[in-house]
């Protein structure tokens, strides 16, 4: 069974820091002040990098302290994805392009199609490659929540709808598929990562870790 993890920020300091825990505390929600974690047994150590706030982040994720600055550098947007329609897709493939699939479902459940973010499919990667021997989240600069979970190069979609949205099947869009979809996948309850892709964040950026089988997705 895949087990999965989620990292949502709202209006973190400025700092480092890094998190372990044991077996017991690993099926509780551990908040800190900020970020809030939600873990499996396979996960025992979580590492991130906070960062100063951003006025763009999302209502649902507060707003930054006051007199902090951007902690992003620069941004590069692709073009949106667009659907013609808000037709719920059916199946499960394999392969296809990242952003593809998760702007098919994304419009599937009635939100706006994401836009592609240069700095956030940067962060995804380099938390990928850095995810040696677990999931390990890593909060960088231009990066307000994360989705981790194992995968590689042709089952992008199943992760995303089997392993991530299919923690709220009910959701608008997936039409009883996760009967099918999520099998292979052991949510132990979570529902983090359907909150997140299903949220208000605009941007987004995912990336494999070729040598660690680890899919990351960022959202801003």
């Known amino acids: 069974m895949y087990i999965l993890k989620t990292l949502c920020a709202a209006a973190i300091p400025t700092t480092m820091a890094s998190v372990t825990w044991s077996v017991a505390e690993n099926a509780t929600v551990l908040q800190a002040r900020g970020p809030q974690w939600r873990g499996g047994p396979g996960n025992t150590y979580i590492s991130f990098t906070a960062y100063s706030g951003d006025q763009r982040i999302p209502s649902t994720a507060g707003q930054a302290p006051s007199g902090t600055t951007r902690g992003e550098t620069s941004l590069s947007v692709a073009s949106l994805y667009s659907m013609s329609s808000a037709g719920s897709p059916s199946t499960i493939g394999t392969g ?114 070729d040598s660690t089988g680890v899919w990351a997705c960022d959202l801003s």
């Open 96 to 209: 296809g392009d990242w952003f593809g699939i998760a702007n098919k479902w994304r419009v599937a459940g009635g939100k706006p199609a994401f836009v592609q973010d240069a700095t956030l499919v940067g962060n995804a990667q380099k938390t990928a490659d850095d995810s040696v021997g677990g999931l390990h989240h890593e909060l960088n600069p231009g990066t307000f929540a994360q989705v981790l979970a194992p995968g590689d190069r042709n089952n992008f979609e199943s992760v995303y709808v089997g392993g991530w949205l299919c923690e709220l099947p009910a959701s608008p869009g997936l039409n009883d598929i996760c009967s099918t979809a999520a099998q292979g996948w052991n949510h132990e309850g979570q529902t983090g990562h359907a909150e997140i892709l299903t949220g208000d964040y605009q941007k987004i950026g995912c990336a494999l870790g």
